[in-house]
């Protein structure tokens, strides 16, 4: 019996000795995380289109992490590529490398776009939502609260409010002080001026201390993110506003108060009409840029 065990003991050192090896045999080859001083970035701009930038690691046996957020650059695993970068600046684009041996440290490599992009000032609708690039302060909109529908639901796809169609400033007051402004600049920032309340949807009420869920409406001490923005995008024909930490005055759920996509039913230079679509619903909002 002693026989049998010392056998089966030899075998496992064995066993152990030969998955090993090859491992720390890998360990070695690994090579070394590259250094921050040796990370070698060109960034290029184009000889004939100043927004397009062209981005180059020259960094052997590695690839690379390049990050600028203001610049909507995110690249993960790539050499080289290509941005267009709409609006003049100074940036600043962070770039790690990584090989088999790891990620290196960041570093900071500057860079300057001179010149805006003319078809940012172009665009019809930046400029009916934010005024354009000759309103450095934007423009500003709100709830049109002396119209029949000026919030208000229907059925999903509905043009109107064939459900809830409130009567001109029938709602809490709260909805109808809020300024809304969209400012067309390189953050393309919103900003809700709220008066320190706004009229929220009874299912958002758990998102805030001074929320009733039973009530039909709920009107909170709700303070707006400073980090709000907007963008419009275009799918199937259609225009779309979206907002990011920030909603129209109204927020009717949870994705609303910091994600939330409008179709665009019209927009001219005093009015605007959007549609917020969660599913098996529509919610209307008319705003207007026109003074109360």
Not at 97 to 102: E, F, I, L, P, T
Not at 166 to 172: C, D, I, S, V
Not at 283 to 288: A, G, M, N, R, V
């Amino acid at each position: 019996m002693k026989k049998i065990i010392n056998i089966l003991f030899a075998a496992l050192l064995l066993v152990n000795f030969s998955s090993c090896d090859p491992q720390e045999d890998g360990l070695k080859n690994l090579g070394n995380v590259v250094a921050a001083g040796d990370i070698k970035v060109s960034v290029t701009p184009d000889t004939s289109d100043p927004n397009l930038f062209h981005f180059a690691l020259t960094t052997p046996n590695c690839v690379g992490i390049f990050t600028c957020p203001e610049a909507s650059i995110n690249k993960t695993g790539v050499l080289e590529f290509s941005q267009s970068i709409s609006w003049a600046n100074n940036y600043v684009l962070n770039v790690q490398v990584y090989n088999k041996a790891g990620i290196s440290e960041a570093v900071q490599i500057p860079f300057t776009v001179t010149e805006t992009d003319p078809s940012i000032c172009e665009n019809k609708l930046f400029k009916l939502l934010t005024g354009g690039c000759d309103a450095p302060n934007g423009k500003t909109w709100r709830i049109k609260g002396e119209v029949e529908g000026h919030v208000g639901c229907g059925e999903e796809g509905s043009s109107t409010n064939n459900w809830w169609n409130p009567a001109p400033f029938e709602l809490n007051s709260a909805l109808y002080d809020d300024d809304i402004t969209f400012i067309l600049n390189p953050e393309q920032q919103m900003v809700l001026d709220n008066k320190g309340a706004s009229l929220m949807n009874e299912s958002t009420a758990s998102l805030f201390p001074d929320g009733d869920s039973s009530g039909s409406f709920v009107t909170t001490h709700y303070k707006p993110s400073t980090d709000a923005g907007w963008a419009i995008t275009t799918e199937n024909g259609e225009n779309w506003l979206v907002l990011s930490n920030a909603f129209p005055a109204y927020a009717v759920n949870e994705g609303a108060v910091t994600n939330g996509r409008y179709k665009i039913v019209s927009l001219t230079e005093t009015d605007m009409h959007i549609v917020f679509l969660p599913g098996g619903i529509s919610w209307h909002y008319l705003l207007t840029s026109s003074p109360r």
